[in-house]
C-alpha cells in the first residue's frame, strides 16, 4: 500500500510562483509513474502534469505547459509541482497521484491518490 500526501498549497497572487510537493511512503516509489491533478469548483479532475519513474518523460496540459514543471526525488519519495507565472484559473484542488505501470493523463488509471493541497490565486 502506498500512501501519498499533498503539500504546499496557499494563497497567492496572480503571477506568483507556487512550489507543491508529495511526500509517498513505501519502498517502490522510484519505480512508479506520478502524477498531478486538479479540481476547480464545479469542474471536473483534470490532468496538469505527469512523470515516468525514471524521469525520461514528462506530459503536461496545455494550459500549464511552459509554466509548470514536474520533478521526482527517487531518494526522498517525493514529487514535485514547480507552478510559475500563476493565473486565477489555476485555481484548485491539486492533487497527486501514482501508479506503477501508468504515467499518463487519465486520473482513474492511477491506483494511489492524495487528498489534495488547496492552490487559491487571486488577481
Known amino acids: 500500500q502506498v500512501q501519498l500526501v499533498e503539500s504546499g498549497g496557499g494563497f497567492v497572487q496572480t503571477g506568483d510562483s507556487l512550489t507543491l510537493s508529495c511526500v509517498a511512503s513505501?519502498?517502490?516509489?522510484?519505480?512508479?509513474?506520478m502524477g498531478w491533478f486538479r479540481q476547480a469548483p464545479g469542474k471536473e479532475r483534470e490532468f496538469v502534469a505527469s512523470?515516468?519513474?525514471?524521469?525520461?518523460?514528462?506530459y503536461y496540459a496545455e494550459s500549464v505547459k511552459d509554466r509548470f514543471t514536474i520533478s521526482r526525488d527517487n531518494a526522498k519519495n517525493t514529487v514535485f509541482l514547480q507552478m510559475s507565472s500563476l493565473k486565477p484559473e489555476d485555481t484548485a484542488i491539486y492533487y497527486c497521484a501514482g501508479d506503477q505501470y501508468y504515467y499518463g493523463r487519465n486520473w482513474r488509471e492511477y491506483v494511489y491518490r492524495g487528498q489534495g493541497t488547496q492552490v487559491t490565486v487571486s488577481s
Open positions: 512523470i515516468s519513474w525514471d524521469v525520461r518523460t514528462t
Open positions: 513505501g519502498r517502490t516509489f522510484s519505480s512508479y509513474g
